[in-house]
């Protein structure tokens, strides 16, 4: 019974499926133009609940004979439990017609519905009680609108039911809201028995869909071989067109027929007719690999120079498709190599993206041009640097390929090649002069690339490439559009290796961006640590000041990065930044880190000498903001005021503990205590990541 009860769950599934579709338009009807009113949909959505209480009435009647007796099927009638069942189903009247019109409608759906799922037991039961044997189920999934129970039974396989319900009258010739018929239903669903047992019963081999479709075109568009070698056996018309261009050519040689291909050929069909964009028969067997179908077509004189609807010819959709022999094929065939398509892409572009160098060197030797640009600048050359071909690299630059040309965003091939960290295809571009100081739309130079995406990409090679480009003459001072350079980003990205490689090739440390941030400003307050310490061991200035006057320290301490501040105030390199260093509103970091609530912050500048009555040019202290501020900000005067002092700052973490306990045990039965520093559900936040206060003037951007 598993079996039989999966089946049911499906036909439930089905209608279920409905139902959801009906209530989730009946939602949107204020959003969209509705086709229906509200009252419509409304009923349609009644329609289909009742139709599961009939299914439900009608499955539970069969499960109910079937248990009986022990052995299903037992023979015992299940019609008189459905219409026990069917005795608490109420129909409204003021819907589609009444009491009998929605109870006919129900039963219709429900019937519709098991044919999906094949129960022989349950349709024969829905046929009793007066089910119309051709009505159909609205309002299903896409593409099956309209269909009858037959057409659902056909589209299954489900031979057995096709039987039983051609006996009882159903329709062969009826369509579905797309104009399938049952033929065209059983040969997309493959299913010769049920073609043969069609056709037995004078089922039209040539009826079309609104699509435009026969039987044998549908079943050749969804692969069905034995139903397709039927129905030409059976005589079917095999000068067939679809609405959107397919045609029995074009689909043999998508599957790769070439046996059948050959007998539509010996029967007079044209090779160059075209199917959907424009594609020949041709173009469509060498966009499959069908290298058997592309023989039996170009031995037939098809057009190997045939485009398409884009440009494109057999040749360039061979090498696009990643059909290699295909390609191969074509041009031993004598294929155009110099087709260019409407976005500009040849196969000279898609074969060096593919990392193909025998077929590059064909594609050269049939004098191809090396240097040609898609719609996006892109070349042969920057194709196969970004995939890291080498091979294929050097074979374009024997032949002359520029390896300066920019693409749209002014990127090279160098570029790609640095970007990706491969140091062969670097290597080459530098031998055949590439130029390393060609800048990108974003001003990045090829030495940014390789420095900014060396941790995501292979450190080692990475270095090794930014010490060929430096020797090779890249400018280590190059900016791109923000003004960072290529260590100003490594400090950005946290690639330690590559910060330390450029400050021993002597970049400059002090190099700022367009906001006056150096590099260890960066690092400092992105919180990249071992970045930090580096620069701090190489002597990089402490105090150097962005353009609001902030240094390194207020940065860090404005972003909350805890290990920054204690690295700038507390290092094994004997330097320290001066803690009571001020911006240009004579903020010091004690005063920024009190705006953005960094409690930890405050602590540690704190211990390190930070003057919490240091007033700024609004004459205002750390301390004195704190007063003022003290409802938005509990607690920050008694933190300010115990100086840092280690005793005084653990009697002051145990009094906020030990207050939100009792604030949470105040609000819970038996008084729980409820965690607080880690910011349990009615416990203070964890210090450090109470959210920023703000200040109207603050240098929260910065």
């Not at 045939?306 to 031993?332: F, H, M, R, T, Y």
């Amino acid at each position: 019974m598993a079996g039989v009860q999966k089946m049911q769950w499906l036909a439930l599934g089905v209608l279920l499926l409905v139902t959801l579709a009906a209530a989730t338009e009946v939602a949107t009807t204020e959003e969209a133009a509705p086709s229906k009113t509200k009252e419509e949909l409304a009923a349609a959505q009644e329609d289909q609940l009742n139709a599961l209480r009939v299914l439900y009435a009608a499955q539970h009647a069969v499960k109910h004979a079937n248990e009986s007796c022990g052995t299903a099927p037992c023979g015992l009638d299940p019609k008189p439990q459905f219409d026990e069942l069917m005795k608490n189903v109420t129909f409204p009247t003021t819907l589609l017609g009444g009491d009998g019109g929605a109870r006919q409608k129900a039963t219709d759906s429900a019937f519709v519905s098991v044919c999906a799922s094949a129960d022989k037991e349950e349709l024969q039961l829905l046929l009793l009680a007066g089910a119309d044997v051709n009505s159909k189920l609205d309002g299903q999934q896409e593409g099956a609108e309209g269909f009858t129970a037959l057409m659902w039974a056909a589209y299954g396989g489900h031979t057995n039911i096709v039987e039983l319900l051609i006996s009882k009258g159903a329709s062969l010739e009826a369509k579905s809201d797309r104009g399938y018929t049952p033929l065209i239903l059983a040969a997309t669903s493959g299913s010769v028995d049920l073609i043969d047992l069609f056709l037995a019963q004078g089922a039209d081999l040539e009826t079309k869909g609104d699509d435009g479709g026969t039987a044998l075109l549908h079943a050749a568009a969804s692969g069905q071989r034995e139903v397709v070698v039927k129905l030409m056996e059976k005589g079917a018309d095999i000068d067939v067109t679809h609405k959107e261009g397919g045609n029995l050519l074009t689909e043999f040689a998508g599957e790769g027929w070439d046996d059948l291909l050959k007998q539509l050929i010996d029967k007079g069909l044209d090779v160059e007719t075209k199917g959907k964009d424009g594609w020949t028969p041709l173009m469509v067997a060498a966009a499959g690999g069908h290298l058997k179908a592309v023989a039996v077509l170009l031995t037939a004189k098809a057009d190997i120079n045939a485009v398409g609807d884009n440009g494109e010819s057999p040749l360039i959709v061979s090498c696009a498709s990643s059909q290699k022999e295909a390609a191969k094929a074509l041009i031993k065939a004598g294929a155009d190599v110099t087709v260019v398509h409407k976005k500009g892409g040849s196969a000279l572009i898609e074969a060096s993206g593919e990392g193909w160098v025998d077929v590059v060197k064909d594609l050269i030797y049939k004098k191809c041009d090396v240097n040609v640009q898609d719609e996006n600048g892109f070349d042969a050359l920057m194709v196969a640097a970004a995939g890291g071909h080498d091979d294929v690299l050097t074979t374009l630059l024997k032949a002359k390929a520029d390896p300066n040309h920019k693409n749209k965003a002014s990127g090279t091939a160098l570029h790609e090649a640095a970007a990706i960290a491969n140091v062969k295809c670097v290597s080459q571009l530098v031998y055949w002069k590439a130029d390393p100081n060609i800048a990108n739309e974003k001003g990045h130079t090829a030495l940014m690339m390789a420095s900014a995406t060396g941790t995501s990409v292979n450190e080692k090679d990475s270095l090794v490439i930014v010490k060929q480009l430096v020797s090779k003459g890249a400018n280590k001072e190059a900016r791109d559009e923000d003004g960072r350079t290529a260590l100003f980003l490594t400090a950005m990205a946290g690639h330690v290796p590559m910060v330390e490689a450029l400050i021993a090739l002597k970049a400059d440390k002090e190099a700022t961006d367009k906001l006056n941030f150096t590099p260890l400003m960066a690092a400092a307050a992105s919180g990249q640590l071992k970045v930090l310490e580096a620069f701090v061991k190489a002597n990089a200035n402490l105090e150097a000041t962005h353009q609001k006057g902030g240094t390194a320290l207020h940065v860090s301490s404005s972003s909350g990065q805890r290990d920054s501040v204690e690295m700038l105030l507390n290092n094994t390199f004997k330097v320290k930044a001066n803690i009571l260093a001020v911006d240009e509103d004579q903020d010091t970091a004690l005063h920024l880190a009190v705006y953005r609530g960094h409690y930890d912050v405050c602590i540690q500048l704190m211990r390190h000498g930070a003057d919490i009555n240091q007033q700024n040019k609004d004459g205002k202290s750390p301390l004195s903001w704190s007063e003022e501020n003290k409802e938005k900000a509990p607690h920050l005067v008694e933190l300010l005021n115990t100086g840092g002092d280690k005793d005084k700052v653990k009697e002051f973490l145990l009094g906020i503990i030990s207050a939100a306990r009792g604030e949470g045990a105040a609000g819970v039965e038996g008084g729980a205590p409820t965690p607080a520093i880690e910011g349990g559900s009615g416990g203070a936040k964890k210090l450090g990541r109470v959210p920023g206060l703000g200040k109207p003037d603050s240098k929260a951007e910065l």
